[in-house]
C-alpha cells in the first residue's frame, strides 16, 4: 500500500479543507464570521432576529444577526457567557447566561440594538458559589425565565421585573438545556452528565417524571403543538424521540454515517423543517448534519447528510435556510507567531488581526467561528451533498475491522492478529510544537527560527528522530491539556470536555478536573485502559490520570505505580524516570511487566520564569534526559526485544508552528521500528493509539481511531535490537530563575500546580523570552496554506 504525504489546508485538486485529524470539510452554502466558539443561537418569535452566544477561551460576546440580510447588526462583550439564550416573545429581551457570574444578562433591544443589560442575580460569582447557568426558557408573559445550571445542578425560576429567584429545584447532575410545553404547564430539562430527561410541572416544580434517553443528553426541541419531543444524545450518536402524551420513547434515531456504537458523531443541535416534516441534527465530530423524514413519529426515515464546517454546535431553519452555527469554523491554522498577551478587537469586539501583537495565534482562541446559510436542499442536491460528507469522512464500519496496514508488518490490520511485539510503552508528555523542538532538522520540513529547545537542549529527542524515525507531520487532536489527555487516553474529548474547558482556560471559573474527576467527562464506553481490563490486557499507570497511589479513575485503582508523581512542576522528570525504573526492574524480577504502560514525563511543560524556578530550558532538558534515560534502562532489559515506546505530546498549545497549530514532535521507538528514516505520512494522536490497540489486540475506542492511520509505514518486519544508548545532558539542569524582570513578575502569578493553569497566552512568550532575550519579540507572521473556502474563491475570481 501506497501512502503520500498530505498537509492540512486546502486541497486543490477536491476542494476540500484537510483538517489535522485527517477529517476533511467542504461547508455547503456561504459563512459569515461569528467569535470564539459561538455554542448556541436562538431566532425570536418572528424571525426578525437571530442571537449567538460566543463562549470560548479568549474575547466572550453575544451578538444580534439580521437572518434576513446575513448581516450581524449588533454585538455586545461579555465578562463571561455560556449556552444559555432566549428572546422574550415580543423580542424587547434577549436573555443570556452569564455562566460563572452566576447571573442572567437581560439585553433590552430597540431598533435592532442592544440599548442596555440588566442582570438577574443568582448567587456570588465563581468561586463563592458554583451555579452557572445554561439553558434558557421563557414564557410568553416574560414573567419567568427558567435556567437550569451545570455546576450546581438545578432549575431556577426567575422572575425578570424583580431580578429575584423565586425557586430552586435540585437535578441530578449538569443540567444543559430546557424547553417549555406549548401550554406551559411542563418545562423539559435535559441532564447532561446522565441519560435522563427530566419534566417538571411549572405549577409546583416538582419532577412529574425521569424519560431514561441516550448518553449525554444536550440540545431538545418540541414540535409546534408539543407532541413529540427530540433529544440530542451526543455519546450515543443518537437522537431520542419522545411522545410526550405518555413520556415514552417512541423511537431512537442513529445519526452516525454508518452502522455503529463507536462514540465520535456528537450529536448536539437539532431543528425542523417549517412543515415540520424534515429533522436536521448536527454532529459536531463529523461535521455535518443528518437529516431525517419524521413524518410519520416512530418511522423515521434517513435522507441524507449535508457537510457544514467544523464542529457544527447548533442549527437553526427560518424559511428555506437553514442556519448552522460551526464551533470552530472552517479551517485549522498555523502559528508561527505563537501565543501573545495583548488582544486586538475589531468593533464588534472579536479578535482581529495582522499585527505583532494579537492573541489570535494562541490555540485556544485560534478558531474563529462561522455561521453558514444553506438553502433547504432538493433531493438532487441532498444525494450530491450526500456523497460529498462520505468524501469527507475517514471512518468508515470497514476500517473499524481492518485497519490501513499491510501484508508482514509488525503492527496487524485487525483485531485478535498476532503481532511479535508484546509490550507497549506509551510516554505522555506537555504542550510543545514541532518547529519548537525539531525544528532544526534540516531533513524535516521544519522552521528554525522558532525552534526553541534544539539540540542542545534535547539531545536523546533529536537522536529519537534521528536513529530512528523523524516524523515532521504528526498532528495532535486537542487543543490544549483538558482535552488533550482525553484525546490521548480515549481518541475523543467528548462534548462536555470540548465546550467546558475554555472556560476556564479562560479565567472564568469552572470545574477543571478533567483526568477522570468528573465522571460526566467520561467517554460511554470509557478509556484506553477499560477496553484493556475488558479484553485481559494487564496495564499500569506512571502518574497518568492520578498520582502514586491515588487514582482518579476507578479502573486504575490498583494499577497506578505507587511512586510517580503527577503533574507537578517542583518534582524533576528524573524523579518520575527514578520512579518507574524502580517500579519495572521490580516488576521485570516478577515475570509481571504489564502488557501497556502510560507514564507521565511532563517537566517539558516549564514554569515560564517564575523567580527561583527551573529555568525553560533546564526543565526541557530534564525532559529530554529522564526520557532518555527511561529508553536506555528499558532497551538494555531482556524484554526490549518484544517492546514498543510511543512518545508524544497532550496537546501543542505552549508554542508556535509554521505549519499548524496542532503540529507537535512525536515518536515511535523499538527493535521493530526502522532506522534513520523520514516519514512524512499524516498522523494523529488517534493514530498512535490505534497502532497500540492493534499490537494489544484491543478495538478502536471511537470514529477517530477507527479511521486514523495506524504508524505500520514506522515498522519492519526485520529487527534490529540494538539497544538505546541515553545522551547526557548539554546543559546544566537545575539552572533556576534568577531574574527580575517583567516576565518574572508574571510568572510568579502564575497558578504551575496544575497544568495549563497558567495563562498559556503568556506563558509561551514567557518562555521565548527566557530563551531569546527578554527584549525580544516572536517572529513576524508567514503567509499561510491555510483560508477559507470563501476568501479562495474570492481570489481566484479576482
Not at 434558557?136 to 427558567?146: E, G, M, S
Not at 454515517?257 to 415540520?276: D, H, M, R
Not at 491515588?550 to 479502573?555: E, P
Request: aromatic fraction near 10%; charge should be neutral; proline fraction near 6%.
Amino acid at each position: 500500500m501506497t501512502t503520500y504525504a498530505q498537509l492540512p489546508g486546502p486541497q486543490s485538486s477536491t476542494n476540500q479543507i484537510l483538517l489535522p485529524n485527517g477529517w476533511k470539510l467542504s461547508p455547503a452554502g456561504h459563512s459569515i464570521q461569528l467569535g470564539d466558539l459561538p455554542l448556541n443561537m436562538q431566532l425570536s418569535s418572528s424571525g426578525k432576529y437571530l442571537a449567538v452566544t460566543n463562549n470560548g477561551q479568549s474575547t466572550q460576546s453575544v451578538q444580534l444577526i439580521d437572518p434576513k440580510t446575513e448581516q450581524i447588526i449588533d454585538s455586545s462583550i461579555v465578562g463571561k457567557a455560556w449556552y444559555g439564550l432566549a428572546f422574550s416573545r415580543d423580542e424587547k429581551h434577549l436573555y443570556a447566561s452569564g455562566a460563572n457570574d452566576n447571573w442572567i444578562i437581560d439585553f433590552h433591544i430597540k431598533d435592532g440594538k442592544f440599548t442596555r443589560k440588566d442582570t438577574i442575580v443568582m448567587g456570588k460569582p465563581w468561586p463563592k458559589q458554583k451555579i452557572s447557568p445554561a439553558g434558557i426558557a421563557v414564557n410568553r408573559a416574560n414573567t419567568r425565565v427558567y435556567t437550569v445550571t451545570k455546576e450546581d445542578s438545578a432549575l431556577y425560576v426567575l422572575d425578570p421585573v424583580s431580578a429575584k429567584t423565586l425557586h430552586r429545584l435540585q437535578l441530578p447532575d449538569m443540567a444543559y438545556s430546557c424547553v417549555l410545553s406549548p401550554d406551559e404547564s411542563k418545562l423539559y430539562i435535559s441532564i447532561w452528565g446522565s441519560n435522563t430527561v427530566a419534566i417538571v410541572s411549572t405549577s409546583n416544580y416538582e419532577v412529574l417524571q425521569y424519560i431514561e434517553v441516550g448518553n449525554h443528553p444536550n440540545e431538545l426541541l418540541l414540535d409546534k403543538k408539543g407532541r413529540t419531543l427530540y433529544v440530542a444524545n451526543a455519546n450515543d450518536n443518537t437522537v431520542s424521540v419522545i411522545n410526550t402524551s405518555n413520556g415514552k420513547v417512541l423511537e431512537t434515531i442513529g445519526t452516525t454515517l454508518y452502522s455503529t456504537q463507536l462514540s465520535g458523531s456528537t450529536t448536539n443541535g437539532l431543528a425542523l423543517s417549517n412543515n415540520e416534516k424534515v429533522l436536521y441534527i448536527a454532529n459536531a465530530d463529523n461535521n455535518c448534519l443528518a437529516v431525517f423524514d419524521v413524518s410519520k413519529p416512530g418511522k423515521s426515515q434517513s435522507m441524507g447528510f449535508i457537510p457544514v464546517g467544523w464542529y457544527p454546535t447548533n442549527v437553526k431553519v427560518l424559511g428555506n435556510k437553514i442556519l448552522v452555527s460551526n464551533g470552530k469554523g472552517n479551517t485549522s491554522l498555523p502559528n508561527p507567531q505563537g501565543p501573545q498577551p495583548i488582544s486586538i478587537l475589531d468593533n464588534s469586539g472579536i479578535h482581529t488581526g495582522s499585527t505583532a501583537n494579537n492573541r489570535l495565534q494562541y490555540i485556544a482562541g485560534l478558531f474563529k467561528g462561522t455561521l453558514s446559510f444553506i438553502d433547504a436542499p432538493t433531493e438532487t442536491q441532498l444525494k450530491a451533498y450526500t456523497k460529498m460528507v462520505y468524501a469527507n469522512t475517514p471512518f468508515s464500519d470497514k476500517k473499524a475491522l481492518l485497519a490501513d496496514g499491510e501484508a508482514g508488518n509488525p503492527i496487524p490490520r485487525k483485531q485478535g492478529d498476532v503481532s511479535p511485539i508484546k509490550h507497549v510503552f506509551y510516554i505522555i508528555k506537555e504542550n510543545r510544537t514541532y518547529d519548537q523542538v525539531l525544528g532544526d532538522l534540516p531533513q524535516g520540513n521544519g522552521d528554525s527560527s522558532l525552534t526553541l529547545f534544539g539540540r542542545g537542549v534535547t539531545p536523546n529527542h533529536h537522536a529519537f528522530a534521528e536513529e530512528y524515525v523523524l516524523l515532521d507531520n504528526f498532528y495532535v487532536d486537542a487543543e490544549v491539556s483538558a482535552d488533550g489527555h482525553n484525546w490521548s487516553m480515549a481518541a475523543y474529548a467528548t462534548d462536555v470536555v470540548e465546550k467546558t474547558w475554555p472556560t476556564s482556560y479562560g479565567n472564568r471559573g469552572g470545574t477543571t478536573n478533567y483526568e477522570g474527576g468528573r465522571p460526566a467527562t467520561y467517554p460511554k464506553d470509557g478509556f484506553i485502559w477499560d477496553y484493556c481490563k475488558r479484553a485481559g490486557v494487564s496495564f499500569r499507570s506512571y502518574g497518568e490520570f492520578g498520582s502514586y497511589n491515588k487514582a482518579q479513575l476507578k479502573t486504575l485503582e490498583g494499577h497506578m505505580s505507587p511512586y510517580s508523581p503527577g503533574f507537578d512542576m517542583d518534582i524533576p522528570d528524573q524523579v518520575r524516570t527514578d520512579a518507574w525504573q524502580h517500579d519495572f526492574d521490580s516488576l521485570l524480577a516478577i515475570n509481571a511487566v504489564p502488557q501497556f504502560s502510560t507514564i507521565r514525563i511532563s517537566n517539558d511543560h516549564t514554569s515560564g520564569q517564575r523567580k527561583g524556578k527551573i529555568a525553560p530550558r533546564s526543565a526541557v532538558a530534564d525532559n529530554d534526559l529522564a526520557v532518555g534515560r527511561l529508553l536506555d534502562h528499558l532497551s538494555h532489559s531482556p524484554i526490549w526485544k518484544e517492546s514498543v515506546v510511543f512518545i508524544l505530546e497532550d496537546d501543542a498549545q505552549n508554542g508556535p508552528d509554521h505549519i499548524d497549530a496542532h503540529r507537535s514532535p512525536a515518536f515511535v521507538i523499538g527493535p521493530y521500528v526502522k532506522r534513520k528514516a523520514v516519514v512524512s505520512t499524516m498522523y494523529s494522536t488517534s493514530g498512535f493509539l490505534r497502532t497500540m490497540e492493534l499490537i494489544l489486540g484491543l478495538p478502536p475506542m471511537s470514529q477517530y481511531d477507527a479511521a486514523a492511520v495506524p504508524l505500520f509505514e514506522c515498522f519492519t518486519a526485520t529487527p534490529d535490537f540494538t539497544p538505546y544508548t541515553v545522551k547526557p545532558a548539554l546543559i546544566d539542569l537545575n539552572l533556576r530563575n534568577v531574574a527580575d524582570n517583567e516576565s518574572s513578575k508574571k510568572s510568579a502569578a502564575f497558578n504551575f500546580s496544575k497544568e495549563d493553569a497558567a495563562p498559556d497566552l503568556e506563558l509561551n512568550e514567557i518562555i521565548w523570552k527566557a530563551v531569546k532575550g527578554e527584549a525580544s519579540v516572536m517572529p513576524a507572521p508567514k503567509r499561510s496554506a491555510f483560508v477559507i473556502l470563501e476568501k479562495k474563491k474570492k481570489d481566484e475570481d479576482d
